[in-house]
């Protein structure tokens, strides 16, 4: 999808994208190796110099997450899938005046890498700067903006994608759960009821010392984190065929 994007090249907005596409220009190629005039000469001479800048950027994630606005950062996703990764944490709600991150999980398709306060949380700095593109759900108003203020100078990945935006301009709205379960991903059922306080209320027990109780928030929380894998995916694909078909439906495909 990356290939197909013009948006990210000054004077270039979603309507002269479509044209372009209507017309059969339909990737950085198509544009480059055209012969006529597309817009004026100086015009597409501009353009050509910008779109040979983005094939030789083409593997720098942060040439293009500079560039385009988080409304169309889901476009990078599979340039970049290689080196991204999924994240989500816990914290302990505010309970009794303490609002402190209790775990945090990472998921790189692959491996799940999990972080606890008192026991590893320190680890998670290193690991995170692993990768190019984090993928989160709410990340831009809660995940990334607890992280930082908890780890002051940190190198957070330099794109971010925010699932609750592209899933909401798929029609689905609500919590994580509901919209796990709209798209019938279930969980097992000893977490299948869980919810943010719930996991706040795990942490207490584990606590009060009750290991249990840690194990299941990890459980929890790794359910987040692999379920983003598929909401991304579902996201892309159907965000994809949406744009490059040029459907202007807003409904749930």
Same mark, same amino acid.
């Given at each position: 999808m990356l290939e197909h994007t013009f948006i990210h090249i000054q004077g270039i907005g979603k309507k002269t994208e479509q044209t372009l596409w209507d017309r059969g220009i339909r990737t950085w190629q198509d544009f480059v190796g055209h012969d006529g005039s597309i817009f004026s000469p100086a015009r597409d001479r501009m353009v050509r110099e910008e779109l040979e800048t983005s094939i030789q950027q083409r593997e720098h994630v942060s040439y293009f997450a500079n560039r385009l606005s988080s409304l169309y950062m889901w476009r990078i996703f599979d340039a970049f899938k290689s080196k991204a990764v999924y994240l989500d944490i816990e914290t302990s709600g505010g309970y009794e005046g303490i609002d402190e991150i209790t775990v945090i999980g990472l998921y790189n398709g692959d491996t799940v890498e999990t972080f606890v306060n008192g026991i590893d949380l320190d680890e998670f700095e290193p690991a995170i700067a692993k990768y190019d593109l984090v993928i989160t759900f709410s990340g831009s108003n809660f995940d990334l903006p607890f992280i930082r203020r908890w780890f002051p100078g940190i190198s957070l990945p330099p794109a971010h994608i925010d699932l609750r935006f592209l899933l909401k301009r798929l029609g689905y709205k609500g919590g994580l759960k509901k919209i796990e379960k709209e798209v019938g991903l279930l969980r097992d059922?000893?977490?299948k009821d869980l919810d943010g306080y719930g996991a706040v209320l795990l942490w207490k027990a584990y606590q009060w010392g009750d290991d249990t109780a840690l194990e299941t928030l990890i459980?929890?929380?790794?359910?987040?984190?692999? /379920?983003?894998?598929?909401?991304?995916?579902?996201?892309? /694909?159907?965000?994809?065929d949406r744009e490059l078909s040029g459907s202007r439906d807003s409904g749930v495909l």
């Amino acid at each position: 999808m990356l290939e197909h994007t013009f948006i990210h090249i000054q004077g270039i907005g979603k309507k002269t994208e479509q044209t372009l596409w209507d017309r059969g220009i339909r990737t950085w190629q198509d544009f480059v190796g055209h012969d006529g005039s597309i817009f004026s000469p100086a015009r597409d001479r501009m353009v050509r110099e910008e779109l040979e800048t983005s094939i030789q950027q083409r593997e720098h994630v942060s040439y293009f997450a500079n560039r385009l606005s988080s409304l169309y950062m889901w476009r990078i996703f599979d340039a970049f899938k290689s080196k991204a990764v999924y994240l989500d944490i816990e914290t302990s709600g505010g309970y009794e005046g303490i609002d402190e991150i209790t775990v945090i999980g990472l998921y790189n398709g692959d491996t799940v890498e999990t972080f606890v306060n008192g026991i590893d949380l320190d680890e998670f700095e290193p690991a995170i700067a692993k990768y190019d593109l984090v993928i989160t759900f709410s990340g831009s108003n809660f995940d990334l903006p607890f992280i930082r203020r908890w780890f002051p100078g940190i190198s957070l990945p330099p794109a971010h994608i925010d699932l609750r935006f592209l899933l909401k301009r798929l029609g689905y709205k609500g919590g994580l759960k509901k919209i796990e379960k709209e798209v019938g991903l279930l969980r097992d059922s000893h977490i299948k009821d869980l919810d943010g306080y719930g996991a706040v209320l795990l942490w207490k027990a584990y606590q009060w010392g009750d290991d249990t109780a840690l194990e299941t928030l990890i459980q929890y929380n790794t359910a987040d984190i692999v /379920n983003l894998e598929h909401l991304m995916l579902m996201g892309f /694909n159907r965000m994809k065929d949406r744009e490059l078909s040029g459907s202007r439906d807003s409904g749930v495909l």
